[in-house]
Each structure stands twice: as structure tokens, then as C-alpha cells.
């Protein structure tokens, strides 16, 4: 995994990063709120890893990486994000999905999941689902197929976003600190590991896509 974190995730995110700092966090993050699925456990870690690293230079400020301020964009990049899955399901609605969906590699069933939460929840949902891998990515589409009201929703989003980016900014900070002694440790296995990762990757996306072979055959 680590050598799958050095050779593709970090020269993605350093490119991102790199270029316009903190909105590349916020763009990100506006990305995976939007229910595409690119994960928040990868965005915001690599941010707190910058944190930890005094030599890392945000591009815009020309300091250092502050903790707060990636904490902020983060939280704003969610909650805009949001808004667009918001206005999806209040004007799109599940048509929208079932026609297009599964070019963003999104599964009914995730978003079946998403809407159970809502409905047995209601509007609190939009702030502890947050804090929970794929439900927090769709939570916001039934959200808006129910129409919930938007000052709410923006409320209730904004602050479970808010911890969901302190969490996440904390442990990438910590986990960076410490990186030089992790990697060490686990170079012998980076052939294996990266072997795996690739598979994985080829198989999550086929899974993804609906298995077509499957469903030729089913059919």
C-alpha cells in the first residue's frame, strides 16, 4: 500500500496541491462530497502529512501548511460539494442516477444506503453520516430528493464536515511525523503490496461498473 501512496496517490496529490494549495484540498474535497467516489481518507491525511513537514510550502500563502486553514477549506469544499448532490436529488432525482450513475462509478445500492440512513434519522443525518465511510459521499442526494431545508442541511453538513476534516487533517498530520520510520519498516513488501493494490484497483472498478459479463449472462 505504501508503495502504491508513493508512486501514484502522493504525485497526484502533490501535483494538486502544488499548484493552487489549499483550493486543491477544497477541490478535492468538493470532488468526493459531489458523490464521486474519490476517498476523503486519502485527501485529507496527505494535507495533515504537509502539515507535519516544516519544509512543505503552500503555494499561495508562500508559508507553511497550517493546520486550521486546510481544516477550513476542506470543510467548504464538502459543503459545496454537497450542495451539488443537494440539487441533483431535488431536481434530478433517482432518474438522474439510474441513467448516469454508473459513469461516476456509483452502485444503487449505495445510494439505497444513503437514503435508509435519512429516512430513519431525518435531518441529522447530514451531520453524523458524515463521519461514516461511503454513506457520508451520498448522504446529500436524498437529502435533497426529500427536500430538506437547505439552511439546515448547509448547517448540519458544514459541521460534521468540519470534525470529518479535523479528524482525518489530525491522523495524516500524526501519521506524517512518523512516516520515515513506517516506510522503512515495510519496504521489503512494497513488490507484494503494489502487485495487490493494482489488482484491487482493476477489480473495484470492474465491481463497479456492474461485473457487464455477469449481467450478459444473467440476462
Do not use: C
Request: glycine share 10%.
Amino acid at each position: 500500500m505504501l508503495a502504491f501512496i508513493d508512486q501514484i496517490v502522493i504525485p497526484f496529490l502533490n501535483t494538486l496541491y502544488g499548484a493552487v494549495g489549499y483550493l486543491g484540498v477544497m477541490v478535492a474535497m468538493a470532488i468526493e462530497s459531489a458523490m464521486v467516489p474519490l476517498p476523503s481518507e486519502l485527501i485529507l491525511p496527505y494535507a495533515g502529512f504537509l502539515v507535519s513537514d516544516a519544509s512543505a510550502i503552500e503555494p499561495l500563502t508562500g508559508g507553511r501548511w497550517e493546520f486550521w486553514i486546510v481544516v477550513v477549506f476542506a470543510t467548504i469544499g464538502n459543503t459545496l460539494g454537497s450542495l451539488v448532490a443537494y440539487a441533483i436529488g431535488a431536481w434530478g432525482g433517482r432518474p438522474f442516477l439510474e441513467r448516469w450513475g454508473k459513469y461516476l462509478l456509483i452502485r444503487p445500492h449505495e445510494i439505497e444506503l444513503a437514503d435508509h440512513f435519512f429516512q430513519k434519522y431525518g435531518p441529522a443525518t447530514a451531520f453524523f453520516s458524515r463521519l461514516l465511510p461511503i454513506v457520508r459521499t451520498f448522504i446529500s442526494f436524498p437529502a435533497g430528493v426529500a427536500r430538506m431545508h437547505l439552511g439546515k442541511f448547509i448547517f448540519y453538513s458544514t459541521a460534521g464536515a468540519f470534525l470529518w476534516s479535523i479528524l482525518l487533517v489530525f491522523a495524516g498530520q500524526q501519521l506524517g511525523a512518523r512516516w520515515v520510520d513506517i516506510r522503512h519498516a515495510l519496504q521489503p513488501f512494497d513488490l507484494a503490496i503494489a502487485v495487490i493494490v493494482v489488482v484491487g484497483v482493476v477489480l473495484f472498478v470492474w465491481w463497479r461498473l456492474g461485473m457487464p459479463g455477469r449481467r450478459k449472462r444473467a440476462s
